[in-house]
T-cell receptor
Framework: GAVVSQHPSWVICKSGTSVKIECRSL??????MFWYRQFPKQSLMLMAT?????????EQGVEKDKFLINHASLTLSTLTVTSAHPEDSSFYIC?????????????FGDGTRLSIL | DQQVKQNSPSLSVQEGRISILNCDYT??????FLWYKKYPAEGPTFLIS?????DKNEDGRFTVFLNKSAKHLSLHIVPSQPGDSAVYFC??????????????FGTGTLLAVQP
């Protein structure tokens, strides 16, 4: 149980393109989902906390107009990288926590490798 | 400011021996700690956790030790197996005292278990 699916797993696109990444909880409901970014050989850095039915909470230094987050249902959160540039190239990972179980670990998707040419 | 640190970027261990991965933290508000295992191009997989009211938690071959006074935790894997080779991240959260339950990750330790 507690499977998180992330799609797509790999994206290559031209500079200026907007890219949408989906994060789905397949067998549970997730009131809260999290979006992380990982640069090579570095730690996972939390970008934002996505709450179903309300605005996402962004970490300091993360541009909310650049990284649009929508959490319209209890099983789906999306991250849209708007007007992506080469510096946005990174590994993006989402996680979800079972609703009502804040003391349980987050379950992660397999990540999306984003490469901007 | 790196609140969670894993000072060893890599560790090599012989199969069958014990692997000890270390993690230090600076924020005394952290009260919940987790270890995740990660393969390349995949998301992290949860291994084991411990709350600050305990100093040890065991699950099969995996044991996590917490030393609150030293702000240090460690993950012991025994016996180590080649399939354990991966990057291990420790993570911390102010789960019980905080409002957001955010996870702060360390930089990871690459474990290589030699057959």
């Amino acid at each position: 149980g507690a499977v998180v699916s992330q799609h797509p797993s790999w994206v290559i696109c031209k500079s200026g393109t907007s890219v949408k990444i989906e994060c789905r909880s397949l067998d549970f409901q997730a009131t809260t989902m999290f979006w992380y970014r990982q640069f090579p050989k570095q730690s996972l850095m939390l970008m934002a906390t996505s709450n179903e039915g309300s605005k996402a909470t962004y970490e300091q230094g993360v541009e909310k107009d650049k990284f649009l987050i929508n959490h319209a249902s209890l099983t789906l959160s999306t991250l849209t990288v708007t007007s992506a540039h080469p510096e946005d190239s990174s590994f993006y990972i989402c996680s979800a926590r079972v609703s009502g179980q804040s003391n349980q670990p987050q379950h992660f998707g397999d990540g999306t490798r984003l490469s901007i040419l | 400011d790196q609140q969670v640190k894993q000072n060893s970027p890599s560790l090599s261990v012989q199969e069958g021996r014990i692997s000890i991965l270390n993690c230090d933290y600076t924020n005394s508000m952290f009260d919940y700690f987790l270890w995740y295992k990660k393969y390349p191009a995949e998301g992290p997989t949860f291994l084991i956790s411990i709350s600050s009211i305990k100093d040890k938690n065991e699950d099969g071959r995996f044991t996590v030790f917490l030393n609150k006074s030293a702000k240090h935790l460690s993950l012991h894997i025994v016996p180590s197996q080649p399939g354990d080779s991966a990057v291990y991240f420790c993570a911390a959260s102010d789960l019980y005292g905080g409002a957001t339950n955010k996870l702060i990750f360390g930089t990871g330790t690459l474990l290589a278990v030699q057959p």
